[in-house]
């Protein structure tokens, strides 16, 4: 418990310096949801039907086959690397700020179609459906990503502000970089894991 009182003081005196950051983020974050959310809308009537044929094909399937739940947070966990790691990199080099903030914002927009579609298609069942699949794991996977999305902008400038100290300085800070951005995404690996295995479980209730 002490431990984690630590980290979560930590987390707070970074959260109070880097304020503008993490509302920066979470903005194009949410932009990026509501604009997912309200796209729906737009969508023709034959792109509406085959979207709706292949929520019912993967409805099928959770009906005729056992899904493996292990298989399902390891294909999630591939996902939510994919974009932590394109976040890390990105973090890298000054140029790229607006990237991460595009990659934050692409990530919002397809949690707030699928959640959108999901809604407003399948009525109460897509409700439940949504809050039992989507929410829980995203809890943690949605704020893990911003963490890493601040952390990298502010790497980011940091390699900027000390562009001419020398490249070995500047190594060793990437590498203490590299394993701050791994301990965050520990935080999303727990978002995998619900997905995984708690909400495969409720999914499957939903659908039976």
């Not at 579609?117 to 699949?133: C, D, E, H, Y």
């Amino acid at each position: 418990m002490r431990l984690v009182g630590q980290l979560w003081s930590v987390f707070v005196k970074h959260f109070k310096n880097h304020i503008y950051l993490y509302f920066l983020c979470t903005l194009f974050t949410y932009i990026g949801i509501i604009t997912g959310y309200m796209s729906t809308g737009s969508l023709s009537d034959i792109q509406r039907s085959e979207l709706l044929n292949y929520i019912n094909g993967f409805f099928q399937l959770f009906i005729d086959t056992d899904v493996s739940s292990s298989e399902v947070f390891t294909q999630s966990l591939i996902n939510n690397f994919q974009i932590a790691f394109i976040i890390w990199i990105l973090g890298a080099t000054f140029i790229c700020i607006p990237l991460i903030l595009i990659v934050m914002g692409i990530r919002g927009f397809v949690f707030g179609f699928t959640l959108s579609f999901l809604v407003n298609n399948l009525q109460k069942n897509g409700i439940a459906f949504a809050l039992l699949s989507l929410l829980p794991s995203n809890i943690f996977i949605i704020p893990g990503l911003i963490i890493m999305g601040v952390i990298s902008i502010n790497f980011s400038l940091y390699i900027f502000r000390n562009r001419s100290s020398g490249i070995s300085n500047i190594f060793k800070d990437f590498i203490a970089y590299t394993l701050v951005m791994a301990a965050v995404f520990m935080i999303i690996v727990i978002g995998s894991l619900i997905e995984g295995y708690f909400s495969i479980y409720l999914i499957k209730v939903v659908i039976s």
